[in-house]
């Protein structure tokens, strides 16, 4: 692995509610590197979009407290002043949201969407933006780009929108690209499109990926490397086929317990983990997974935080971590 | 809507012969009136009449001073109309910074401020605020006339000053209105997932502002901002008699007083017409600022 692109090291998010102090992102650490996928998995409120949303400080700053480093090419984007942290969003990282009906402006077209985040971040004089707006359509597989660009977002469908949002993402050639459920809105083959673009994007410029989605099925197509987070943490990560072949955490093992299987038993009722996930305003003092746990193997479960240890020396030279004090009885 | 007008009015009580003739007269004199006015014939007679004559622009005459209403009318539009589009002005100047001001600082000191200002500017009756605007620019301090009206072009300073006060009164209720929807349409506009999507394109906050934020908040600022105008062109009665304005609310309430059925029809049926052309509008403006109706 190279250098990394994006280095997060104990990012932390409060978010003030009328109910009380929100920790909903509590000491997250990972790396990305260049050209790298690295998924980012769990159940809806695990933390997963806030982490992604706090680095580029799109959180609503009223409410939101952000502490920890998260170190893009060696910059903290923490700690930046506002006006270098817009000109990191688009050439530094680039970001796809979940739902391509709602993330594009409904009054102004594509093209004006394309241009003006080009323009903002370069000289771009508006012939020659308007030139690139509509390589970049064509480079994202929208057809008849020349026609695209003059369209507004309603006359495309979810799938075209989501290309645009990537090719507005992409725009700016970013060192990073975070996709924050970005297929989760597409049927199923236009997802599988979306993959391959950019899998293709990624392998020609080498951009590092995050990939957050709770569908374990991307995962194993995309990803080269797993973080599995559960209440504001990262419960599990290593390579793709150790956190999925030979998961350790009870909650990954949950989580690929409930995947339908239609190869078997269809008959069968879907395995779900019973219960929520804690609430982010009072978390369980030990393990945030111990009061839905099937196992509670150890007495330290219900006080104490199991740290995140590793447990395997892992594939590909990675190590395989989990944060469990049940991983003693080693993966089955 | 015209039979509506039409027995709305004819409903009202008192006899406008009987007004008209004053306390001493014959019967015969009586008859002769009523006859020639048509008012003894039956109302759907009456009403076929008059709508056969109102499509052609005929609105009838006045009971009481014998001119055609459309003249009467006439002469009060160019008053009515100057007072709107100034209370409109006083209301969208009121408004916009407001509104956008609180949107932007949700329960910062401005933005309490201005629910506090626009409550009262919705609760206070438009007469009330009219008289004591009276009281204090006109009695305390003397520096503008009481009421009245003159033409723009004999008089440009007096027009001006006489402007001022029914523009004010009748704009600040407006304006407390349109604060509101300013707020709560930015607040959703800057809520939105494309806004999150052009900040993250790196787009610097003013354009931000102007293009993503305000361009999609217009929509719903033009539909109330309209409806305000409509309100402005034909509610403003009240502020007219008590700054003894010479428009159309005043001719409409003189109407009523004399019982002169012909005038008062005419002006609640060019009311009625004010509301229909300025949604109509409205529409129309939509589709030249929302893509999404326009290739409908």
Partial sequence: ?332 | MSVLVFSLIHLVRGDPIRLALGTRFSQETYDALRERSGLDLPLVQQYVTWAGRAVTGDLGVSFRSGDTVTSLIAERLPATLTLAVAALLVALVIALPLGMLSALHPRSFVDRLATVVSQFGISVPDFWLSIMLILVFAGTLGVLPSGGYVALTEDPLGWLQRLVLPAVATGVVSGSVITRFVRSSMLEALGSDHVRTAQAKGVPTRQVLTWHVLRNALLPLVTVTGVQLAYLLSGVVVVEIVFSWPGLGQLAYQAVRDRDFPVLQGAVLLFALVFLVINLLVDLLYSRIDPRIARR
């Avoid at chain 1, 920790?23 to 933390?47: D, F, K, R």
């Avoid at chain 1, 004006?112 to 012939?127: D, F, I, N, V, W």
């Avoid at chain 1, 194993?220 to 504001?232: E, K, N, T």
């Fill in chain 1, 1 to 332: 692995m190279t250098a990394p692109v994006l280095e997060v090291e104990d990012l932390r998010v409060d978010l003030r509610t009328p109910r009380g102090t929100a920790h909903v992102v509590n000491g997250l650490s990972y790396t990305v590197g260049a050209g790298e996928t690295v998924a980012v998995v769990g159940e809806s409120g695990s933390g997963k979009s806030v982490s992604v949303l706090a680095l580029l400080g799109l959180l609503p700053a009223r409410t939101a407290t952000v502490t920890g480093r998260a170190l893009l090419d060696g910059e903290d984007l923490l700690t930046m002043s506002p006006e270098r942290l817009r000109q990191v969003r688009g050439p530094g990282v680039g970001m796809v949201f979940q739902d391509p009906m709602t993330s594009l402006n409904p009054v102004l077209t594509v093209g004006r969407q394309l241009t003006e985040g080009l323009r903002a971040h370069g000289s771009l004089s508006k012939a020659a933006a308007r030139a690139r707006a509509v390589e970049l359509l064509g480079e994202v597989g929208l057809p008849d780009p020349g026609r695209a660009v003059d369209r507004y977002p309603h006359e495309l469908s979810g799938g075209m929108r989501q290309r645009v949002v990537i090719a507005i993402a992409l725009s700016n050639s970013p060192s990073l690209l975070i996709a924050d459920e970005a297929t989760t809105a597409l049927d199923v083959t236009v997802q599988a499109q979306i993959l391959d673009l950019v899998e293709g994007l990624q392998t020609e410029h080498g951009t590092g990926v995050v990939w957050i989605t709770h569908d374990l099925g991307v995962v194993a197509g995309i990803a080269d490397r797993v973080l599995v987070m559960y209440g504001g943490r990262c419960v599990e990560d290593g390579t793709v086929d150790d956190v999925l072949e030979r998961p350790v955490h009870p909650y990954t093992r949950g989580l690929l317990g409930a995947l339908p299987d239609l190869a078997t038993d269809d008959e069968a009722d879907l395995a779900t983990i019973p219960g929520t996930p804690p609430p982010p305003t009072d978390l369980p003092a030990g393990c945030v997974f111990w009061p839905r746990c099937p196992v509670r193997g150890d007495a330290r479960c219900e006080t104490e935080q199991p740290p995140l240890a590793v447990v395997a020396a892992g594939t590909g030279g990675l190590p395989h971590r989990a944060a469990t004090w049940c991983a003693e009885g080693e993966a089955s």
